[in-house]
């Protein structure tokens, strides 16, 4: 069945305009359809409040000024099993892991660091519904899947 994840090509990735456009066409090449597609900017306190659960963590402030730094662009995409799908493109979040176990993955490729590691995905079906809610509270997820 069809399934929709939130992918979203962080600042860092976005300021390469080569970088950016790679990715695009890696998520075509990899046959999910892009069901909404937006740039935007965050404010500090989306970056908080979207991180919230890593409030605690050591890298908490670093990932909150990065994540607000400038442009990102946000998608809804989908395909079968579109959250395993697009985590696998990116591989694991630590750079030096990916580069490791996955050296063909995305933040292999374009990571810089822990934290700028190019790219954001749903981990599970639950964050994926909260996240695209959180980047695109006009879109009916439901009504959607109906359609489908
Ligand atoms: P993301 O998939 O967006 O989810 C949480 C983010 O926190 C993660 O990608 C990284 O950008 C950042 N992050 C996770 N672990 C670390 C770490 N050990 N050091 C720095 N940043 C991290």
Redesign the pocket.
């Known amino acids: 069945a069809l399934q929709l994840t939130l992918a979203v090509i962080k600042p860092d990735a976005i300021a390469h305009p080569l970088m950016s456009e790679a990715l695009h066409q890696t998520i075509l090449d990899n046959n999910f359809a892009i069901v909404r597609c937006k740039d935007l900017v965050w404010r500090k306190q989306d970056s908080e409040r979207f991180?919230a659960e890593?409030s605690d963590r050591f890298?908490y402030q670093?990932?909150v000024e990065f994540m607000s730094s400038g442009p990102m662009r946000a998608y809804i995409l989908a395909r079968e099993d579109a959250i395993r799908h697009w985590r696998d493109l990116m591989g694991p979040?630590?750079v030096f892991q990916a580069r490791y176990t996955s050296p063909a993955s995305i933040r292999a490729r374009f990571g810089l660091t822990?934290?700028r590691?190019t790219t954001?995905?749903s981990d599970s079906i639950e964050s994926a519904l909260r996240e695209i809610h959180f980047f695109f509270p006009d879109f009916n997820v439901e009504q959607w899947i109906e359609k489908e």
């Open positions: 991180y890593h890298f670093r990932l979040t630590k822990d934290t590691n954001h995905g």
